[in-house]
């Protein structure tokens, strides 16, 4: 079960594209099945049409037989009594002649079923099929005679075709002679009607298939079209995350080599130089001793110059990690940078915080930090400001932290990209903000960061925060 899910678990951009495709399948499958019901629904329509205006041409065509044939001898008809054999004969005769293409053919039966003419099936003739029914169970001699009877109409129903005893669909018109009390008519296969509704409807069902078709491909050409540009992008995102992983990753790298390097300098250039000069007023003070000479001022010198190491040594390690910041919080440790910033470059600064208690996540106060010792950084390269105010305090929306100098704007300070980037990876690891306002040709830079609500501590976890910064302070690095 786990290899199943271990197949099943999909990356982001496959993800992503699953989302756009599954929309998509259900519209099109939507579409095509709304796009099937229409095209059946108007090609049934269409193909009653056709086949309403085939029988009527084929019903009006036997009208016209039935007339044309009435006409002919109707003359006989109307000057004959009911009783007059011979004029019967005549007529009968008149029709039986009456024969047309190849099955086509008049009959007469009186009103009781007996056949009178049916010249292309004459074994019918003398014959009462009276009660006869096709294989539908219509009851066609019964229809011709109840038609004749109100006058004249049509009757559909199944019969033998002359050339093959097949039965087929047939249309038939009947009217009537009454004072002989006879049924005339005559009818015509629909079988190349039929044919034609049915290539309509396969004409129909295969354009429906086309349809089904035409859809599936632009379906398929669709989804090529979301896997792809989703697999371009995964692909391209990725070879951005990794050109920024790399590049973070260098910037990393080129930020602990710079540490290390500035650290290297400062304790060659301070510590070593002044363990040199203890060094040297130690041995001086030992040859002295040595001698019986007086070796106090030797031993001054290098106390002094070992307390002053001393304070290096302090200062370093302030820098790398400071302590206030895990003793005394956020506000002391930026006076402290605050102060000592001023008292190394010369440089106003002035710092204001309102009464802020330490409730900050160990995360959000070293980024605070970091961010206040950047930007007084920026400030001491690049700025050439006389004066810088420092300022933090709480809000609804969490902390803000801001930094202004009087310098010459961001636009003159060449190298500084840097680190404003450091500040603004620190506020966005944060989930805050950092905004840098400072107007082209115009003096003066504002840095402001903010950090949100969530990086808060709890009054009950203020304890347990304190307590890990402290342990944290104490671990060797």
Same mark, same amino acid.
């Given at each position: 079960m786990r290899r199943v899910f271990d197949? /099943? #678990? /999909?990356?982001?951009?496959?993800?992503?594209?699953?989302?756009?495709?599954?929309? /998509?399948?259900?519209?099109?499958?939507?579409?095509?099945?709304?796009?099937t019901v229409q095209s059946k629904a108007s090609a049934e329509q269409e193909i009653r049409s056709l086949e309403t205006r085939l029988i009527e041409a084929k019903k009006q065509e036997l009208r016209n037989y039935v007339t044309q044939a009435r006409n002919g001898f109707y003359f006989i008809y109307g000057n004959a009594a009911p009783d007059d054999q011979k004029a019967k004969d005549q007529v009968k005769q008149i029709l039986s002649a009456m024969i047309y293409g190849d099955e086509g053919f008049f009959f007469v039966y009186d009103y009781d079923g007996n056949n009178l003419v049916s010249p292309r099936q004459t074994d019918r003739i003398g014959a009462n099929w009276a009660g006869l029914e096709d294989a539908n169970g219509t009851p066609v001699i019964d229809d011709y005679i109840r038609v004749a009877r109100q006058g004249s109409g049509y009757v559909s129903h199944l019969w033998p075709k002359p050339t093959t005893g097949q039965e087929a669909e047939m249309i038939t018109y009947v009217t009537s002679f009454p004072s002989w009390r006879w049924?005339?008519?005559?009818?015509?296969?629909?079988?190349?009607? /039929?044919?034609?509704?049915a290539a309509a409807r396969a004409e129909v069902e295969a354009r429906v298939q086309r349809t089904y078709l035409y859809i599936t491909v632009? &379906?398929?050409?669709?989804?090529?079209?979301?896997?792809?540009?989703?697999?371009f992008i995964?692909?391209?995102?990725?070879?951005?995350?990794?050109?920024?992983?790399?590049?973070? &990753?260098? #910037?990393?790298?080129?930020?602990?080599e710079e540490e290390r390097g500035?650290?290297? #300098?400062?304790?060659?250039?301070?510590?070593?130089?002044?363990?040199?000069?203890? !060094?040297?007023?130690?041995?001086?003070? *030992? *040859?002295?001793l040595s001698t019986g000479s007086h070796a106090q001022g030797s031993l001054d010198k290098g106390m002094d110059a070992l307390g002053d190491a001393i304070s290096?040594? !302090? #200062?370093?390690? *302030?820098?790398? *990690?400071?302590?206030?910041?895990?003793?005394?919080?956020?506000?002391?440790?930026?006076?402290?940078?605050?102060?000592?910033?001023?008292k190394r470059t010369g440089i106003t600064t002035q710092f204001d915080t309102v009464v802020f208690r330490n409730r900050l996540d160990p995360e959000a106060k070293i980024a605070l930090y970091r961010i206040a010792q950047e930007a007084l950084t920026n400030i001491e390269r690049h700025a050439n400001a006389s004066t810088v105010s420092i300022d933090l305090r709480g809000h609804r929306r969490g902390v803000t932290l801001r930094v202004e100098d009087d310098?010459?704007?961001?636009?003159?300070?060449?190298?500084?990209?840097?680190?404003?980037?450091?500040?603004?990876?620190?506020?966005?690891?944060l989930d805050g903000t950092l905004?840098?306002?400072?107007?082209?040709?115009? &003096?003066?830079?504002?840095?402001?960061?903010?950090?949100?609500?969530?990086?808060?501590?709890?009054?009950?976890?203020?304890?347990?925060?304190?307590?890990?910064?402290?342990?944290?302070?104490?671990?060797?690095?």
């Open positions: 197949i /099943l #678990r /999909l990356s982001y951009g496959q993800k992503l594209a699953l989302v756009a495709a599954i929309p /998509l399948i259900f519209a099109v499958a939507g579409i095509a099945g709304l796009v049924a005339v008519g005559t009818g015509v296969f629909i079988d190349d009607v /039929l044919e034609s509704v632009i &379906t398929l050409a669709a989804l090529l079209v979301v896997f792809g540009s989703g697999m995964n692909f391209r995102e990725r070879r951005l995350a990794d050109a920024k992983l790399k590049e973070l &990753t260098q #910037r990393v790298f080129d930020a602990q500035r650290v290297a #300098r400062e304790l060659h250039d301070g510590i070593s130089q002044m363990l040199v000069g203890i !060094r040297f007023a130690l041995d001086t003070a *030992r *040859r002295r290096e040594v !302090r #200062r370093i390690s *302030r820098d790398l *990690r400071p302590g206030a910041l895990d003793d005394l919080g956020l506000g002391p440790a930026i006076k402290t940078l605050t102060e000592d910033f001023a310098g010459t704007g961001i636009q003159m300070r060449k190298g500084a990209g840097i680190g404003l980037r450091n500040m603004e990876e620190r506020a966005a690891q905004r840098i306002l400072s107007a082209k040709g115009k &003096t003066g830079t504002v840095i402001e960061a903010t950090v949100p609500l969530t990086h808060l501590l709890a009054p009950q976890n203020e304890a347990a925060s304190a307590a890990e910064s402290s342990e944290k302070a104490k671990a060797p690095a």
